[in-house]
């Protein structure tokens, strides 16, 4: 039957389809073991529990069900327009780089962060908290001290999410797509992709520069995801002659 979910699975293009099973098959697999989330969620570059490989596993990674829920959901509507017209091959390039970009961007934050709390509380801090800071996260607790609590935090607090590489499908659709009307949730009024984009972005950027108190979204992964995918879709807009625009 032309209606039924196997084939409505079988119309998604490939790599968006085999995305949506490994994301999925992590997310049960972290329910088994959750531990797999400090093997594979990413690490600040100088934490003992840094590993190369996080660089690409903590796209697959997720902290719960409606954070899976609604990137896979972004990720099937607007992946599939857009592999669709790119192909597997530079689909996949493009979802790849803007989660490394993602990562990129939220860590160079990140260590500026850190920077600036080692200046202010010396080197010894850094050694400190690698020497007794991940018993303690590991037990329930933290520092009493705001700024050896939030250095903590930098080291053993891992980013898990394919959010970096939706916000640049997202700028990628907004791009190729900009008068497609979309519907939010939130607000039940269609609205252009391009604007739908723009406002996205501007609250992503709003939210990362004023840093809420128990904000635990990493607002500057989403940008470094749109950051990169726009510079990747005008390098090949600029020196692919066969790039369709829409």
Do not use: C
Request: net charge neutral; charged share 10%.
């Amino acid at each position: 039957m032309n209606g039924s979910p196997s084939s409505a699975f079988g119309n998604i293009p490939t790599v968006v389809k085999n995305l949506l099973i490994i994301n999925g098959l992590f997310f049960l697999a972290t329910l088994a073991l959750p531990q797999l989330t400090e093997i594979f969620g990413a690490y600040y570059y100088d934490s003992p529990k840094f590993r190369l490989w996080q660089i690409v596993t903590h796209m697959f990674m997720h902290g719960n069900f409606m954070h899976i829920f609604f990137n896979m959901f972004a990720l099937w509507m607007f992946g599939t327009a857009i592999e669709r017209v790119w192909g597997p091959k530079r689909f996949l390039n493009y979802y790849l780089i803007t989660g490394f970009g993602a990562f990129l961007l939220h860590y160079a934050i990140v260590a500026y962060q850190a920077h600036e709390l080692i200046a202010q509380l010396g080197p010894d801090a850094v050694e400190r908290v690698k020497t007794e800071g991940l018993k303690m996260w590991g037990e329930g607790y933290n520092y009493g001290a705001s700024s050896l609590a939030d250095l903590n935090a930098i080291y053993y607090i891992p980013v898990v999410g394919a959010s970096g590489a939706v916000f640049g499908l997202l700028l990628a659709f907004g791009m190729m797509f900009p008068n497609t009307q979309l519907m939010m949730l939130f607000f039940p009024v269609p609205i252009k992709a391009k604007y739908f984009v723009m406002i996205y972005g501007a609250i992503e950027l709003f939210s990362g520069i004023s840093n809420q108190p128990g904000d635990n979204v990493a607002h500057f992964a989403h940008l470094g995801g749109m950051l990169f995918g726009f510079i990747l879709i005008k390098y090949w807009q600029k020196n692919d002659m066969n790039y369709r625009q829409y």
